[in-house]
Structure formats: C-alpha cells, structure tokens
C-alpha cells in the first residue's frame, strides 16, 4: 500500500460545479497534512493547510479525518484557474523527518 | 514572505559533467531543506532531507555520493549531481521549512525548480 494515495483523475469539471477530492495515508502517527497545487513545469504551491477541526479559505475547504486516515479538499464555484495538480503532502516528524506527496489528482475545469 | 529561490532555473550540460543547484531561502532562515525530484508526468519524489550543519539524510535509493548536498547556513542549501548522465535529466525541486510566526509547523515553501537536460 502506497504511503500516500490518491485519485490521479482526471478530474473534468464545468465551471461553477463544486469538487472534492479525496487522500489517504497510511503511517497513523502523521502529524501535518497539506494541500498544494501544482500547474505544469511549475513548482508546487501551499494551497492550505490542513487543521483537525477542518478549515476553509474561500472556496477552498479541507478536512481531516485521523480514525479514518484521509484528508479532503472542497472547491466550490470551480474557476478555470483552478485547473491544476492538487497535491496532497503527509509530514511525520517523529524520532525522523518524513515528508511524502502523494501522486496528485488532476483537476480541469471546462468552460 | 516566505520565498525561496533556486538557481539556475535550467541547464544543459555534457554527461560525465558535475552541475551545482543553489537554493536560497530568502525572506526567512530555514532549519530544514529538502530536495525533490520529478520526472514528467509523475509525482515528486523526495531525495534527501538537509538540516543546517548536519548531514544529508538520503531516500532509500538515491546514492549520497552522487547527489551531494550541502547545507552550510539557514539560507543556502546546494545540490550537486555529480557524473550527470542521460538518466539523471529531471525536474529538481528545493523547498525550505522556517518557522515563520504563524504557519503551521512543517509548512513547506518551494523554489521554482530547475530543469536540468543531460545530452
């Protein structure tokens, strides 16, 4: 099983539709969780971070769920500048530091 | 705040030639930097993980010998691909992790990557 899991998509949305995408983990002591996006030949960008009790920013909302071990991201009025990567990036840091992306989901959205 | 730099942003070189990645943190001091590799299409893959003063600590599978890196103070981290062949032409991606007042700990800012061709 992957450390990381996600959809790899394509994910093809029109515009103003709502999306969720979903990320599973599998070390059960991973302590921050992240969303990035990533658009082609570019670097990733922090899109949020990803707290316990959830947390919104804008149209964008994430959801951890530790008993279950996945975390969630919510776009709502999807934009055509939201067609991107999402990444989702797991951190353990514990006796060692562990970072792991998973695969990405890719998201485009359609006029 | 919060920018990270990679320099350069891309480069041809010969095989058997040894190239040298800058990274630099530039509005904060970063305790940690890390090194990611991504071939097209595919997702990032962490090589190593760079403290300030400390050894690299290496993925399993990347040879510490050829991927050197140094981390001499809170702001510069390098990598150099030793003897690049063909097989090593890829997308090198740094990031750098404060802490900066008021992140979430373990956020992690990256540079724009470099893209380095080996013929």
């Known amino acids: 099983r992957k450390e990381v899991e996600q959809d790899p998509g394509p994910f093809n949305v029109p515009e103003g539709a709502t999306v969720a995408f979903n990320c599973t983990y599998s070390?059960?002591?991973?302590?921050?969780f992240f969303w990035y996006r990533q658009d082609c030949r570019k670097e990733p960008k922090l899109l949020m971070s990803v707290y316990s009790s959830g947390n919104e920013d804008g149209r964008f909302t994430a959801q951890l769920n530790r008993a279950s071990q996945y975390i969630s991201l919510l776009i709502r009025d999807s934009k055509l500048s939201d067609s991107a990567t999402y990444l989702c990036?797991?951190?353990?840091?514990?006796?060692?530091?562990?970072?792991?992306f998973g695969t990405g989901t890719k998201l485009q959205v359609i006029p | 705040g919060a920018v990270v730099s990679q320099h350069p942003s891309w480069v041809i070189c010969k095989s058997g030639t040894s190239v040298k990645i800058e990274c630099r943190s530039l509005?904060?001091?970063?305790?940690?930097m890390f090194w990611y590799r991504q071939f097209p299409k595919q997702s990032l893959m962490l090589m190593a993980t760079?403290?300030?003063?400390?050894?690299?600590?290496?993925e399993q599978g990347v040879e510490k010998d050829k991927f050197l890196i140094n981390h001499a103070s809170l702001t510069l981290s390098t990598l150099t691909v030793t003897s690049a062949h063909p097989e090593d032409s890829s997308f090198y991606i740094c990031?750098?992790?404060?802490?900066?007042?008021?992140?979430?700990?373990?956020?992690?800012?990256f540079g724009p990557g470099t893209r380095l061709t080996v013929l």
């Open positions: 990031s750098a992790r404060g802490p900066l007042a008021g992140e979430v700990p373990d956020t992690q800012y």
């Open positions: 070390n059960s002591a991973s302590q921050s």
């Open positions: 760079s403290n300030e003063g400390s050894k690299a600590t290496y």
């Open positions: 990036v797991v951190f353990y840091s514990g006796g060692y530091q562990k970072v792991t």
């Open positions: 509005d904060f001091q970063a305790t940690t």
